[in-house]
């Protein structure tokens, strides 16, 4: 599976963006679509993932209320809907495939998106 990320941008904090991840291939049911970030200097961080046959939802502590993951089965394309963006939110965000229980380290994902920047200016 290839997974292709877009939707970065500049915006400033308070402000919405969302990001898409397109799979080239297809997704099976066990699979489990997450998105991750790094800012720049740091390590890459969980944000949040969907398990793509049930549509289970998981958010790392910091996004809860403000990001919602989403995915469009049809179009083998998962959503990062972002709210209410911070500064700290400024970083590259990926997205990835996992088919392992452990979906929030970024370790055990076997298929990377090239990453799409975001920047949230104060």
């Known amino acids: 599976v290839q997974l292709q990320a877009s939707g970065g941008g500049l915006v400033q904090a308070g402000g919405s963006l969302r990001l898409s991840c397109a799979a080239s291939?297809?997704?099976?049911?066990?699979?489990?679509m997450g998105w991750f970030r790094q800012p720049p200097g740091k390590e890459r961080d969980f944000v949040a993932a969907?398990?793509?046959?049930?549509?289970?939802?998981y958010y790392a502590d910091s996004v809860k209320g403000r990001f919602t993951i989403s995915r469009d089965s049809a179009r083998s394309t998962v959503y990062l809907e972002m709210s209410s963006l911070k500064s700290e939110d400024t970083a590259v965000y990926y997205c990835?495939?996992?088919?392992?229980?452990?979906?929030?380290?970024?370790?055990?994902?076997?298929?990377w998106g090239q990453g799409t920047l975001v920047t949230v200016s104060s």
């Open positions: 990835a495939r996992t088919s392992s229980s452990s979906f929030s380290q970024y370790q055990y994902y076997d298929n």
């Open positions: 969907i398990r793509w046959g049930t549509g289970r939802t």
């Open positions: 291939g297809r997704i099976f049911s066990s699979s489990i």
